[in-house]
């Protein structure tokens, strides 16, 4: 079993920063494309960001230049770093990866979700 881990939301003012982090522990054989979701109050969930197992990267428009997907392979982690942050950012973020616990077997794995909230 993968358990996803996430970390970094909270309270933050419009215009400022966050970094969240989400690290995989297990039974890891390999983890492939990775990614950042996010729900609203009332809303369905979103796609954020996207990062394959190549470093190529897929942004949703309303964050494109502002959001920046990356991933530390040696750690089992992706990280979000969010600028400019708007109160429309306001949600709970989640983490997904497709993990690989053996060679022959893949699924995915969610974190279990951090708040993040803009707001001054």
């Known amino acids: 079993q993968v358990q996803l881990v996430e970390s970094g939301g909270g309270l933050v003012q419009p215009g400022g920063s966050l970094r969240l982090s989400c690290a995989a522990s297990?039974?890891?054989?390999?983890?492939?494309?990775m990614g950042w979701y996010r729900q609203a109050p009332g809303k369905q969930r979103e796609l954020v960001a996207t990062?394959?197992?190549?470093?190529?990267?897929n942004y949703a428009d309303s964050v494109k230049g502002r959001f920046t997907i990356s991933r530390d392979r040696a750690k089992n982690t992706v990280y979000l770093q969010m600028n400019s942050l708007k109160s429309e950012d306001t949600a709970v973020y989640y983490c997904?990866?497709?993990?690989?616990?053996?060679?022959?077997?893949?699924?995915?794995?969610w974190g279990q979700g951090t708040q993040v909230t803009v707001s001054s």
């Open positions: 990062i394959t197992s190549g470093d190529s990267t």
């Open positions: 297990g039974s890891i054989f390999e983890i492939n494309d």
């Open positions: 997904k990866m497709k993990v690989r616990p053996s060679w022959a077997s893949q699924y995915d794995a």
